[in-house]
């Protein structure tokens, strides 16, 4: 007799899922393969009960229906990020931001791509208008990610920040709300801020044009009794154009996200450079008051080498939240979502509600 001819017993193992060899010896010996722990296959529910099959308790001591979570100590790895988190989680509950007592413009900038800037621009304001604050995002790179992260139409038919800066149009008139997200409204970007550096050039006061439609904005909300704005942010692309020039102008504070890798020590010293000569001869009140590590990995030796050097050389503008590598957070954007709300319990929303709390209370 084959192991396929083997004749099906009163319990019949085949009434049971498992890997077809578990099956078939199962028929041969059903005494010891009717628990599915011993047919390789695991229940869906991470309780107690379904652990005892690896490790059981005595008897009488069962714990029923806790869950893995509830039992576990932080004896673990695991166990002791859980527990810090929820610290973590407990500190921001309840937690009211404080509302600054003038509209702060903050330009988030980095000349070197790839460090996180759009994310956290529209995470931070996320994490701001979820608080109760009024929030506005200009996005004035060409790329239009902001746009994009917060689900603002940024097609080519429609009114952005290229018509503010070239035309003339009231920012009132482009600016749109944030579907998912209270109290926060974005001025989106489009592919015809490609080519305004060119069409900046030849117009009058072409630095100032950004920070004259933001002052014009704010007092029409006033005359029409709406909320006064207490955060604008300003997406840049990695460049010094003059588009980036133009937020540096509008804004009284520069956001600077790092990634913790070595370029982005290379890329900190020139735009310092950049943001002092913009000091020196265009707006003298700029300062470089935040400075956020994006992107670290723990694990790694440089990450924290990098972090070691920025907070020795910015320890009044470094931020102690430090934003984690995080799929969530690069999975938001293609959910036309920021990570607040497409994954507000991942370690990456809670990072940037840190930083968020963070900026606030330095108002």
Same mark, same amino acid.
């Given at each position: 007799m084959t192991i396929k001819d083997a004749p099906a017993t009163e319990s019949d193992p085949l009434s049971m899922s498992g890997s077809p060899l578990a099956v078939s010896i199962g028929r041969l010996q059903p005494g010891q393969f009717?628990?599915?722990?011993?047919?390789?296959?695991?229940? &869906?529910?991470?309780?107690?009960?379904?652990?005892?099959?690896?490790?059981?308790?005595?008897?009488?001591?069962?714990?029923?229906?806790? +869950?893995?979570?509830?039992t576990m100590d932080d004896s673990s790895p695991l166990g002791r990020e859980l527990a810090r988190e929820t610290k973590r989680r407990e500190k921001l509950l309840g937690k009211p931001l404080p509302k600054p007592s003038s509209t702060r413009i903050m330009t988030i900038s980095n000349q070197k791509g790839g460090v996180?800037?759009?994310? %956290? %621009?529209?995470?931070?304001? *996320?994490? !701001?208008?979820?608080?109760? @604050? /009024?929030?506005?995002?200009?996005?004035?790179?060409?790329?239009? +990610?902001?746009?994009?992260? !917060? +689900?603002?139409?940024?097609?080519?038919?429609?009114?952005?920040?290229?018509?503010?800066?070239?035309?003339?149009?009231?920012?009132?008139?482009?600016?749109?709300?944030?579907?998912?997200?209270?109290?926060?409204i974005c001025a989106p970007a489009t592919i015809h801020l490609a080519g305004a550096e060119i069409e900046l050039v030849s117009l009058?006061?072409?630095?100032?044009?950004?920070?004259? *439609?933001?002052?014009?904005?704010?007092?029409?909300? =006033? #005359?029409?009794? =709406?909320?006064?704005?207490?955060?604008?942010?300003i997406d840049c692309p990695?460049?010094?154009?003059?588009?980036?020039v133009n937020a540096f102008v509008a804004a009284k504070e520069v956001l600077i996200p790092i990634q913790c890798?070595?370029?982005?020590? #290379?890329?900190?010293? /020139?735009? @310092?450079?950049?943001? =002092? $000569?913009?000091?020196?001869?265009?707006?003298?009140?700029?300062?470089?008051?935040?400075?956020?590590?994006? $992107?670290?990995?723990? &694990?790694?030796n440089l990450a924290a080498q990098v972090a070691a050097e920025v907070r020795e050389h910015f320890p009044q503008q470094v931020l102690k939240a430090v934003v984690p590598r995080s799929v969530r957070i690069?999975?938001?954007?293609?959910?036309?979502? %920021?990570? $607040?709300?497409?994954?507000?319990?991942?370690?990456?929303?809670?990072?940037?509600? =840190? *930083?968020a709390a963070e900026i606030a209370s330095r108002s």
């Open positions: 009717v628990d599915p722990a011993n047919m390789g296959v695991v229940p &869906r529910e991470t309780t107690s009960a379904s652990a005892g099959a690896v490790d059981a308790p005595p008897a009488g001591k069962q714990a029923k229906g806790k +869950n893995v979570l509830e996180g800037k759009t994310t %956290t %621009t529209v995470n931070i304001a *996320a994490a !701001l208008a979820t608080a109760g @604050l /009024q929030v506005l995002v200009i996005d004035i790179d060409p790329q239009g +990610n902001a746009s994009t992260a !917060l +689900n603002i139409d940024h097609h080519a038919d429609v009114d952005s920040i290229y018509d503010v800066l070239i035309d003339d149009v009231p920012l009132g008139d482009v600016v749109a709300p944030c579907p998912d997200v209270p109290n926060l009058v006061a072409r630095e100032q044009r950004l920070r004259r *439609a933001i002052d014009v904005y704010a007092r029409t909300r =006033e #005359e029409k009794g =709406e909320p006064r704005l207490d955060f604008v942010f990695p460049s010094l154009g003059l588009l980036t890798e070595y370029y982005a020590l #290379e890329g900190l010293s /020139q735009l @310092l450079k950049n943001i =002092e $000569m913009i000091q020196k001869h265009l707006n003298a009140d700029l300062t470089v008051s935040t400075i956020l590590l994006t $992107m670290y990995d723990g &694990r790694t690069s999975e938001a954007p293609s959910y036309q979502q %920021t990570v $607040m709300t497409y994954d507000p319990s991942s370690s990456g929303a809670l990072s940037y509600q =840190e *930083a």
